[in-house]
């Protein structure tokens, strides 16, 4: 079954905690992007990455990193959570140009952050 | 930079009615535009898109959308509501230029559909 997984689904932590959040898809997509979801506020993109090795900065960078090591994985960190990255995260995947799913996002399940 | 209005936070539709959700934007050239929906506690499912053609498009459970070039609009419309759409909705819209486009979200338009 095609999917995007993210594990894990909820996480509960305190300030200045490294976490990760790790996003797996077993498409072979080469986009893969991180955005947060607030309410009012919709979804707003954190990271992207166009292939292994490539990764750039979306709308809203600030207090995350990302790696793109392997084609499947997409892992987020966050190296020094705050309160106001408390959020709903979703890590999502697409294909370049292909006949019929340019573009189409397929989105993982969804993190649920707490930052206490 | 290209943007992505909703300006319904919630429509309210009876079941068996007609149900429009609406959906406005702004990019450079010609916009690739996208409906997806949001289910409580599960990730975005994509419903429907367009590309280039036809401006009515039809996506899954029965939903349409028509592109509005004059309008910048994008409006997703169901004919006949059923409970089991009521969830929220996002509109997105990227260029169409080549290579990696940033797709853009709007801010969500929640359904709710009274039985």
């Known amino acids: 079954e095609a999917q995007v997984t993210q594990n894990p689904r909820y996480l509960i932590t305190v300030t200045g905690k490294k976490l990760t959040v790790t996003c797996s898809q077993n498409m072979n997509h080469e986009y893969m992007s991180w955005y947060r979801q607030d309410p009012g506020l919709g979804l707003r993109q954190i990271y992207y990455s166009m292939n292994v090795e490539v990764t750039d900065k979306g709308d809203v960078p600030e207090g995350y990193k990302v790696s793109r090591k392997e084609k499947r994985n997409f892992p987020l960190i966050l190296e020094s959570p705050s309160p106001n990255q408390t959020s709903l995260y979703f890590c999502a995947s697409s294909a370049p140009g292909t006949s019929g799913s340019t573009d189409t996002q397929y989105f993982g399940p969804g993190t649920r952050l707490t930052v206490l | 930079a290209q943007s992505v209005a909703q300006p319904e936070d919630q429509v309210k539709v009876a079941e068996g009615n007609p149900l429009t959700v609406k959906c406005t934007y702004s990019v450079s050239g010609n916009p690739y535009l996208f409906w997806y929906v949001q289910y409580p506690n599960r990730g975005l499912q994509f419903l429907l898109k367009y590309i280039t053609g036809d401006n009515l498009v039809k996506g899954s459970y029965g939903f349409e959308a028509e592109f509005n070039k004059s309008q910048t609009s994008f409006h997703l419309k169901k004919p006949s509501a059923l409970v089991s759409d009521s969830a929220l909705y996002f509109c997105?819209?990227?260029?169409?230029?080549?290579?990696?486009?940033?797709?853009?979200f709007g801010t969500g338009t929640k359904l709710q559909v009274i039985p």
């Open positions: 997105a819209v990227r260029g169409n230029s080549g290579g990696y486009q940033k797709v853009t």
